[in-house]
């Protein structure tokens, strides 16, 4: 009777470890996916800086006062995959949905994620009026298991032509 109970008590012992390994592991992936995700967010903020900066551009040859960081200020902005402009960052920010695999802020599923383009240090580097260069942080936010989560990215945006 007591080796009986012995083993039933090894066998729940070991399948307990084996529980609580999965459950881990699963906590494990489910946070490195959310970073994957966040990761690819944080690099389509800059991407939607970098494709303002090219719109103003191809602008510039129908309207020759446009400056290549026209609607591109210093500042905390969000934006849209979709964004032609950027608005401000307020209140902590919008979270982002998806909708057909996009992230948005206008339709689709709510989500954990909030990402903030923080615009700073705009230098000019050619002794010319006007800035060349500016700095893109893009901080990627959220909660997941009781924890605050962050992803940043950063680039420097140069006026190019």
Do not use: C
């Not at 390994?21 to 800059?46: D, P």
């Amino acid at each position: 009777m007591m080796e009986i109970l012995a083993a039933i008590f090894v066998i729940t012992v070991g399948v307990m470890g084996v529980f609580g390994l999965i459950q881990q592991v699963i906590s494990i992936i489910t946070v490195s996916s959310s970073r994957l995700v966040a990761t690819y967010l944080a690099q389509e903020g800059i991407e939607i800086v970098r494709n303002i900066r090219d719109s103003n551009w191809l602008e510039q040859r129908s309207i020759p006062e446009r400056d290549w960081d026209h609607e591109l200020g210093e500042g905390e902005w969000q934006a849209a995959y979709n964004s032609e402009k950027i608005k401000p960052y307020e209140s902590g920010g919008d979270f982002l949905n998806i909708s057909g695999g996009f992230y948005s802020y206008s339709s689709g599923t709510p989500t954990k994620f909030k990402r903030k383009i923080r615009i700073f240090d705009k230098v000019d580097l050619d002794g010319e009026p006007g800035d060349d260069k500016m700095k893109v942080s893009v901080e990627v936010s959220w909660q997941e298991r009781g924890r605050s989560h962050q992803v940043t990215a950063q680039e420097n945006v140069y006026r190019w032509y």
